[in-house]
């Protein structure tokens, strides 16, 4: 279960910041996939950011009583000076694999099927062969909830299909809160929505629902 | 996997585990004279100031000891301090994309490359130490224990000068200019090419409030036996420095996380 309580968060520039998120309030169950909508700059990777600890609300908080990811997606998570091998070994050692580490290579090297590029550093990747080792290496470890920022925006069919499918096979382990686009798999993976206006944030049960909200409000 | 239940202590030490290595492989891999440079580095300078010395030819005895072995302790101290304090600085922003998971904060990221910094240089020194025993000058340390206990303490202050200035570069990346100029004079007051005794009394007085002058006097006092550093050198106002810096640096590495998160 994860519990988002009165959050506020702004970005404090130079000259001071709006707020991005007001009040922000709503209770995940177990086992209830996420499907988090909005036009762009409206917070969306921000709240997942502040959901898997990688940033601090200015006020309220979030309770976290599961094993959380840390949010998948284009915006980092990879050292591009370290070959694929060797960040896959770092995030297995903070994570404590322990010896399990070489275990864990040979999935995510599995899934990500980049070939020789994964002994290549990263910055040499393109963004589709990155994200399908970040995807890749999330799904090696046993998280409760899975958090993705448009982890599969910029992959090939093949990927997206694999994807959607690991994480399918997930229902009943695991769920997913992701922040996307692609109205497809949103409804595929997801069951509730939360949609998010003007840094507030609406709770839909039905991921359907929440498109629909969202594909009126922009006038589509 | 299944990610066990782990202590916050435990998650700490795999996070350092990690970091460790993978700064040990950017640090020797980052091109390809880095790892003979961590050698030739200090030789270098020592080769450059003693053909300085001879060039203006002003070679003068240390009282008390020998003036390449004098010289070869005093480089190798600073430049570890050196070398902590520049490194340490950066590490934060060279591990940003890292700080997407939640795990590894800021201070671990600094704290790992000061680790090993110092352990390089630990490293380096003994090297230098029986290479330049090896062509025949007397370096080995009269007081071991002494010795170790003021590297120890240098290792610490510029775990605690990069501690604090890391966060002072990672919100102002200006700052890093000037730090490195400031690194200039610190070298040439501190001791390493021109004994302090030779300076007027009343300018003493003030080199005196620089740490690492009292630093690099006390390695010396360990490494010969009959070497009287500069009156008024104090392990104790050392250690003054070395707590006070490596405590003020935790303090801002707390106080700024979220800001050095956030960057």
């Given at each position: ?24 309030n ?152 992701m ?28 991921i359907?629902e ?11 | ?5 782990r202590t ?28 003979i ?20 030819g ?51 990221t ?37 010795v170790l ?21 990672t ?48 390695i ?9 550093p ?27 996380k ?6």
């Amino acid at each position: 279960m994860i519990e988002v309580r009165n959050l506020y968060k702004r970005y404090h520039g130079p000259f001071g910041g709006d707020w991005v998120l007001k009040d922000v309030n709503f209770t995940i169950p177990d086992n209830v996939s996420v499907g988090i909508l909005g036009r762009n700059g409206a917070g969306k990777s921000t709240l997942l950011r502040i959901i898997g600890g990688m940033d601090a609300a200015d006020k309220g908080s979030v309770v976290r009583n599961s094993r959380v990811s840390w949010p998948i997606g284009l915006g980092g998570g990879f050292q591009g000076s370290m070959t694929g091998r060797q960040n896959v070994k770092f995030v297995a050692r903070i994570h404590g694999g322990g010896d399990r580490i070489p275990e864990i290579i040979q999935r995510v090297q599995e899934f990500a099927e980049i070939g020789k590029a994964f002994d290549q550093s990263v910055k040499t990747y393109s963004s589709g062969m990155r994200s399908r080792l970040a995807f890749g290496l999330s799904l090696a470890f046993d998280f409760d909830v899975y958090l993705s920022d448009e982890a599969t925006a910029v992959g090939d069919v093949a990927f997206k299909a694999k994807a959607t499918k690991a994480f399918q096979d997930q229902v009943g382990k695991a769920s997913i809160i992701m922040v996307s686009h692609q109205v497809g798999m949103l409804k595929d993976l997801c069951q509730a929505g939360v949609w998010i206006s003007e840094g507030k944030a609406i709770w839909f049960d039905d991921i359907h629902e929440a498109i629909k909200r969202y594909h009126e409000s922009i006038g589509k | 996997m299944q990610a066990a239940n782990r202590t916050p202590w435990q998650i700490t030490v795999g996070v350092w585990q990690a970091l460790f290595l993978r700064e040990a492989v950017a640090r020797l891999s980052a091109d390809r004279v880095a790892w003979i440079w961590l050698i030739a580095e200090p030789i270098a300078h020592v080769v450059i100031l003693v053909w300085f010395r001879t060039l203006i030819g002003r070679v003068r005895l240390v009282p008390g000891a020998e003036y390449i072995p004098w010289l070869v302790i005093g480089i190798t101290t600073f430049i570890m301090f050196r070398n902590q304090m520049n490194r340490g600085m950066q590490a934060i922003s060279a591990n940003r994309g890292l700080f997407a998971y939640r795990q590894v904060q800021p201070v671990d990221t600094v704290l790992a490359r000061c680790g090993l910094e110092g352990m390089l240089s630990t490293l380096v020194f003994t090297l230098i130490i029986f290479l330049f025993s090896l062509v025949g000058y007397h370096l080995m340390p009269h007081h071991p224990l002494h010795v170790l206990h003021i590297w120890a303490s240098v290792w610490v202050f510029g775990m605690g000068v990069a501690l604090i200035f890391s966060v002072v570069v990672t919100a102002l990346p200006e700052a890093a200019k000037f730090i490195s100029m400031l690194m200039f004079p610190v070298y040439f007051l501190s001791g390493v090419m021109i004994p302090v005794q030779y300076f007027p009394h009343d300018l003493q007085q003030y080199l005196l409030y620089n740490p690492m002058l009292h630093a690099i006097e006390l390695i010396r006092t360990g490494f010969f036996e009959t070497y009287r550093p500069v009156d008024g050198v104090s392990a104790m106002y050392l250690h003054y420095w070395v707590w006070c810096a490596l405590f003020l640096g935790l303090l801002f590495q707390l106080r700024y996380k979220q800001r050095l998160l956030a960057q």
